[in-house]
């Protein structure tokens, strides 16, 4: 068995491999070259692939930072790991600890702090290791390799067929219209110089990257496949609302103006109008248990859980 870096001829085999050991993850060519090659940040080296029998049977993707993230900078310290697996056939050799000790010498040569699995952005597939799907995996991680759980993400969807908003809620949202100066409605070119620096002031850059990929559609190709909405309270923007095709968010009101139901209303407001573009389902990868309660109120129901997990490489 030989480790080395990924090379373009690997592709096939790397994807069977991922197909096989990741079942519940599988990822088409097109997306494992828009999503991993084309990343800036990516590199053969940080891809390495076991060699056995004359093919690919193992690999573990790892990025680290090449070019900053918009104004966040390098993160120096930190490094992710997106992907791993091994063939079934090829389990239980030593195979995936020698793909980690590789790719984890390497970071500690480098220089890296710590190493998560997975909240890589701006290309992470999950959150981190589905714990229904996975449950030997994470063992293996936390038992031989050494990482621990951070916290757990929730990914939940809804049918939303037939969706209306609760005529309890409609009657709030008018109240809050007519008493409160409240205005939740869809965004137009106007607000866009307020809203850009609002999301990195109140939510980071991650943030301000998904609000510019929605909205580069939305002003440009078609808004027919998506919603964004804006909350305005006596002019002053407070929070904003997305949805494109079936993913939803993220959604989000500025600090101190939550706590008032605005979330609700946001979140109710952008189903209702995705529901009547024909969009017939929702879903997000990634929320906490206090979050996933107000999901829940619209018909969201839990798909998949995930351990977000960390090594660190310095003492």
């Not at 027919?224 to 909350?231: G, K, Q, S, Y």
């Not at 002019?235 to 959604?251: D, K, T």
Request: hydrophobic share 45%; glycine share 6%; proline share 5%.
């Amino acid at each position: 068995m030989q480790i080395r870096p990924f090379r373009g001829s690997d592709e096939s085999d790397l994807l069977d491999v991922w197909r096989q050991a990741l079942p519940a993850d599988r990822i088409s060519a097109s997306l494992f070259r828009t999503q991993v090659l084309l990343d800036p940040n990516f590199h053969c080296e940080n891809l390495p692939v076991a060699v056995a029998d004359g093919r690919v049977v193992g690999f573990i993707l790892c990025l680290a930072r090449r070019v900053p993230y918009f104004l966040q900078g390098m993160d120096a310290d930190e490094a992710w790991i997106t992907a791993f697996g091994v063939h079934p056939q090829y389990q239980r050799r030593g195979i995936g600890s020698a793909l980690f000790a590789h790719i984890l010498g390497k970071l500690k040569k480098e220089g890296r702090a710590r190493v998560d699995i997975s909240p890589y952005v701006p290309n992470y597939f999950v959150p981190g290791v589905d714990t229904a799907a996975y449950p030997d995996t994470i063992h293996f991680l936390q038992q031989h390799i050494g990482f621990e759980t951070l916290y757990e993400a929730i990914s939940m969807g809804a049918d939303l067929t037939g969706f209306t908003i609760p005529q309890r809620l409609q009657q709030r949202i008018k109240r809050a219209e007519a008493e409160e100066g409240l205005s939740i409605r869809p965004i137009a070119a106007s607000d866009i110089p307020d809203l850009m620096p609002f999301l990195v002031e109140n939510f980071g850059w991650d943030w301000f990257r998904f609000a510019q990929s929605y909205l580069l559609e939305y002003f440009g190709d078609s808004p027919h496949r998506t919603c964004f909405l804006i909350a305005r309270e006596r002019s002053e923007l407070i929070g904003f609302c997305q949805m494109r095709n079936e993913r939803y968010g993220p959604f989000g009101v500025k600090a101190d103006r939550r706590n008032r139901g605005i979330g609700r209303m946001l979140l109710f407001k952008c189903l209702e109008e995705m529901a009547a573009k024909h969009i017939f389902y929702a879903y997000f990868l990634w929320t906490d248990e206090h979050a996933a309660r107000l999901y829940a109120l619209a018909g969201f129901e839990r798909r998949r859980q995930f351990a977000v997990m960390r090594k660190l490489l310095k003492t």
